[in-house]
């Protein structure tokens, strides 16, 4: 199939591992030029240098998303390189666990606020553009109250389930102006070095009952939840809006 993404521009933030970097890849390896931040300068240049070996334009800065100044200047910046702004994910995440107001504000400022002022700044661009699409990362944790989640989760899912809310009201409001805006909230996903690694390692008994809890017996990889995502931002999604695609190997039990 044909993604239609030949071309188009896209905004990734967290995009310098994970499924940040897997969602950025799968977009340049569409032909998408692609403009991505994080907080480490040096992950960020090794990720352009991978986007740009695909074949198209890339551009990056190192940026901590929970400073709206420089967030907002990452977008203009972005913008400039790539010449406009057809596609935004917001997929960084403070991945900020726990019942203190600290852990709350944490993932407020990162994962709600981040992406509200993300999708401000780069509305004005989105809205030139033909095929303006808007996609979050939330998470399995913002939909259900599972026994994969501990209540000391509670903060994480909380914001998360405050994105999926804005999103959907978002959706609504851009409609008419033929933005779309979704969604995608992913199960457990592994990668080297990332959360569920560091859990295999120092509590491998956990991590076995973790993956013993998911249908198809194991997590997801990031390129997984990347090809959900380069889909539904797509032109090849473009009916495909207000919706909270769960990519999780069937563990959560909502209809």
């Known amino acids: ?11 990734v933030t967290g995009a310098s591992r994970g499924i940040g970097r897997a969602i950025a ?8 030029n692609v403009a991505i931040c994080a907080r480490n300068a040096e992950t960020v240049e090794d990720t352009v240098k991978e986007l740009e070996s695909k074949g198209v334009t890339a551009w990056g800065d190192a940026v901590d998303v929970r400073d709206t100044t420089a967030l907002r200047d990452w977008v203009e910046g972005a913008a400039a390189a790539l ?9 960084a995440s403070a991945l900020s666990f ?10 407020l400022d990162v994962d709600l606020i981040h992406t509200v002022t993300a999708v401000e700044a780069a509305m004005p661009h989105i809205e030139q553009s033909r095929s ?4 979050a990362i939330g998470s399995i944790g913002g939909v259900e109250d599972s026994e994969l989640n501990s209540y000391t989760m509670v903060s994480y899912g909380a914001i998360k389930a405050a994105l999926h809310f804005y999103i959907k009201s978002l959706a609504r409001t851009v409609a008419p102006k033929g ?21 295999k390692k120092q509590e491998p008994e956990r991590f076995q009952n973790a993956v013993k809890m998911i ?22 999604a473009s009916y495909v809006t207000g919706l909270n695609l769960v990519v999780d190997g069937a563990f959560t039990r909502r209809v």
């Open 83 to 91: 010449g406009g702004i057809d596609i935004l994910v917001a997929n």
């Open 179 to 199: 933005i779309r805006a979704n969604v995608i909230s992913p199960g457990s996903t592994f990668f080297d070095g990332g959360a569920w690694d560091q859990i």
């Open 1 to 11: 199939m044909d993604l239609q993404l030949a071309g188009k521009k896209a905004l």
């Open 132 to 135: 303006g699409s808007i996609v």
């Open 215 to 236: 249908p198809m017996g194991r997590m997801a990889h990031p390129d997984e939840i990347a090809n959900v995502v380069a889909f539904t931002a797509s032109p090849a």
């Open 98 to 107: 726990g019942l203190s107001s600290e852990a709350f504000h944490a993932a």
């Open 25 to 32: 890849e799968r977009l340049a390896a569409e032909g998408a």
